[in-house]
């Protein structure tokens, strides 16, 4: 059962009536406002802790369990097998003993559940957490290929920790490097790849028993890379590759430096890529300058055998610096945020039923004062009508020639999500080029007979009808079909006179030369 109260929003608690519109999204009659609940939604916040603003930026679904590593321990909630869509889940999270502290990453290796935790890493089961290293604080674990080995980036270096069927044993420091390195990756020539905030990428490779570095090489500006700042690596797609504050770059083997990955070039740019992740689809999951997006290969657009969506109720919402998406399956998405996480229910989101529906809401014509001729309602035979009836098309004297228009779109859940195009019929060629803008000025139209319409899109580019409204702005007295007789009239007597008065001047100037010719 869902809640509703001032804690989780609503201007008061004071409710005196309840809608539930033709998206199964909820509209509020409160005391002293209205309030909209989108309740019917694809994206949902998760709170672990509703008592204390926890800032999440780990999670794992783990033996029918919910996982969430947040900056004050971990929590968990049960969830059902069956169970798609986890958001709906209703049972109530509970604190992981022995994990107080900031949880910094979860890792399923080998059928358990690590922890990397500010004490060391942690193994969880079930709902307890043991400590397995003896610190200090550790960022990532990941697992070698065909390997029981698993390397830890921790605050002051590697670890080397190894499964023994039951569980993971600390075998000691990997000694060689004394940096914090916080993102790791592990490629297919089992090379480790970690980066630190400030020093650029480091590329180790470790002895057979993985108990000491045997050598690595450093990567900043002068190896390809745009800065040494705030790098970040993977292996996605059996490639290296860097997210970097200018782009995404590759990992060159034959020449041993980075360059601009040609993949990713056309999708980012020089934009900056906090986060990179991908799904067991082989889709591409990103935070790019604090927008949530993901390159879905399911789809096309264009010729391009993938189409980019970002997700704009997520932009500015993940944790600063410590960005985090878990992509378990297309109904269960998880953000981290700075309160909780985000769940995202991609599979809704792209074949959301929701009819897009955009509405002219406003004309009016402009003169010395404005003079609304429709307020958004369509009328025909006294009722509400989708469109305008043709027998009622206002017509305007020429003096009101420059109008006003004003329009929205039924997408009140995602305000941010909308764009807009529109085309004056009888005077613009084309349509406009999209835009976030609800409103569109014309002066000084000349006479004729005009046909406003517009249509809204949302971010996935699905586009509505557009709606019309036709208005007619009369000629002037001027312009009218009687006033072209009087100007015939008045042209023709001044040809005649001017014809009339040339013949008097030539037939006074042929007397005189007659005159002359006598003389």
Not at 205 to 218: E, N, P
Not at 383 to 390: G, V
Request: charged content about 20%; hydrophobic content about 35%.
């Amino acid at each position: 059962m869902d809640q509703f109260s001032n804690n989780q929003g609503l201007q008061n608690n004071n409710v005196h009536g309840i809608l539930l519109d033709k998206d199964h999204n909820l509209w509020l009659g409160l005391e002293n406002g209205l309030d909209f609940i989108n309740y019917n939604t694809s994206v949902k916040n998760i709170y672990p802790n509703r008592e204390n603003l926890v800032k999440s930026n780990s999670v794992s679904i783990f033996n029918n369990k919910l996982y969430i590593g947040t900056s004050n321990g971990l929590y968990t909630v049960s969830i059902g097998s069956q169970q798609k869509d986890i958001s709906t889940a209703t049972g109530a999270f509970t604190e992981v003993p022995n994990t107080k502290g900031q949880v910094l990453s979860l890792t399923q290796i080998n059928g358990h559940l690590l922890a990397g935790h500010q004490d060391g890493v942690l193994q969880v089961d079930d709902n307890q957490a043991k400590l397995i290293t003896p610190g200090p604080g550790a960022w990532m674990m990941k697992a070698f290929p065909a390997s029981q080995d698993v390397i830890a980036g921790t605050y002051t270096g590697f670890q080397l920790l190894k499964y023994n069927g039951a569980g993971f044993s600390f075998e000691g420091k990997i000694n060689g490097i004394y940096e914090s390195l916080g993102n790791l990756a592990v490629d297919k020539s089992n090379f480790v790849w970690a980066t630190h905030p400030y020093r650029g990428i480091f590329k180790v490779q470790l002895s057979a028993d993985r108990k000491k570095i045997v050598s690595y090489t450093q990567y900043t500006e002068k190896s390809g890379l745009p800065s040494a700042l705030n790098n970040h690596v993977y292996f996605i797609k059996n490639k290296v590759i860097a997210a970097t504050e200018k782009g995404v770059y590759e990992y060159n083997t034959t020449e041993g430096d980075f360059t601009r990955s040609a993949f990713y070039k056309p999708i980012f740019g020089n934009s900056k890529i906090e986060f990179l992740t991908e799904d067991g689809k082989g889709n591409i999951w990103f935070i790019s300058n604090q927008r949530v997006g993901v390159i879905d290969f399911g789809k096309r657009s264009g010729k391009l055998p993938y189409k980019v969506i970002y997700f704009p109720e997520l932009a500015g919402q993940t944790v600063k610096g410590a960005e985090y998406i878990y992509p378990h399956d297309m109904e269960n998405i998880f953000i981290g945020s700075n309160n909780g996480v985000f769940h995202l229910n991609y599979r809704q989101y792209v074949s959301s039923e929701n009819k897009l529906n955009v509405l002219l809401t406003t004309v009016k014509a402009i003169a010395e004062k404005d003079s609304l001729i429709f307020g958004g309602y369509f009328v025909k035979n006294n009722r509400i009508a989708s469109a305008q009836n043709t027998q009622l098309i206002a017509s305007l004297s020429n003096h009101w020639n420059s109008f006003h228009f004003e329009y929205t779109s039924t997408l009140f859940a995602q305000k941010s999500n909308e764009e807009f195009s529109y085309k004056l019929i009888g005077f613009d060629k084309d349509w406009s080029q999209w835009s976030i803008k609800t409103e569109k000025d014309y002066t000084n139209l000349p006479y004729g007979k005009y046909t406003f319409s517009v249509k809204a899109r949302n971010n996935l580019g699905t586009a509505s009808a557009p709606v019309s409204y036709s208005f007619i702005v009369e000629s002037a007295w001027y312009q009218t079909i009687w006033a072209y007789p009087a100007y015939f009239l008045i042209i023709a007597c001044t040809v005649y006179i001017g014809i009339k008065a040339q013949q008097k001047r030539f037939a006074l100037h042929q007397q005189r030369h007659e005159e002359e010719q006598k003389g």
